[in-house]
């Protein structure tokens, strides 16, 4: 199966694809191979607070091969794809085996192999006031002030998207230079896509939906409860490492709002949600990787 990828062993392997796609699987299998260091690409596992719920590597896998850059972060802190991309970096320099990058984080792909636009990080303040104007009036008056104050940002960017637009009067307002300005001022990436094995797992919705129940009901088997447990003193919804899908599921379950059932299937729903985001963002930004059948593959 590895053979068949036609893997350059000189070059970094990257391994893209949604959850539940087999991609940590491939990854080892690939590294048993290479002997490459396998390193982290996903927002939530870096989060030390998370381990069955965020489907890290299991403590067995971690023993068997070097891996990096996962619960590293502290859950009380905020990563960045900044952040990750400088942790990345020192990772490249292994010329005898480069590693194999691994997740389904899209925008770490994405940035490591297009480069990164250097922006500032918008104030909190700025955030509320467009999150508010969005609520009271829509779209529109958020449109209009990128329309008369930055027409190439408002020309680029899906109009139609909350999350696109937000973001374009976040930074104008933010930086007083529009988003449009900032990525075309994007410096060379870090690591050109041409000098790596670069693959998507490519996973259909019939074939991927049953392998996320069967995934959520081996958390529970897991310890996934305990692990909500075990956060539920301090927990706060808002801090980004407690995203992690099914934990606010699992944490009302804990709070007597709803039955351990009612729970997995609010987060199976939920995954298969972030699975269909997840292929959108693939398939728009990741035409020119090599795309293999998830199905296809036999280790994970």
Known sequence: ???????????????AGPTASGKSGLALAIARETGGVIVNADALQVYDNWQVLTARPSDKDMAAHRHALYGHVGKERVYSVGQWLREVGEFLQDQAAPPIIVGGTGLYFTSLTNGLADIPNVDKAIRKTAEQTWNEGGLAPLLRDLKDHDPSTFARIDQRNPARVLRAWEVLTSTGRGLAAWQDATPPPLLPLAKTNAF?????????TPRIGHRFRQMLDQGAVGECRANMADWQPDLPANKAIGAPELMAHL???????????????ATRQYAKRQRSWFKARMKAWNWVDASTLSCG
């Open 200 to 208: 998507v797992l490519a996973a259909s919705r019939d074939w991927l």
């Open 1 to 15: 199966m590895i053979n068949s990828l036609n893997i350059d062993q000189t070059l970094p392997v990257l391994i």
């Open 255 to 269: 709070r007597g709002e709803m039955t351990l059932e009612q729970a997995v299937g609010a987060a199976e729903i």
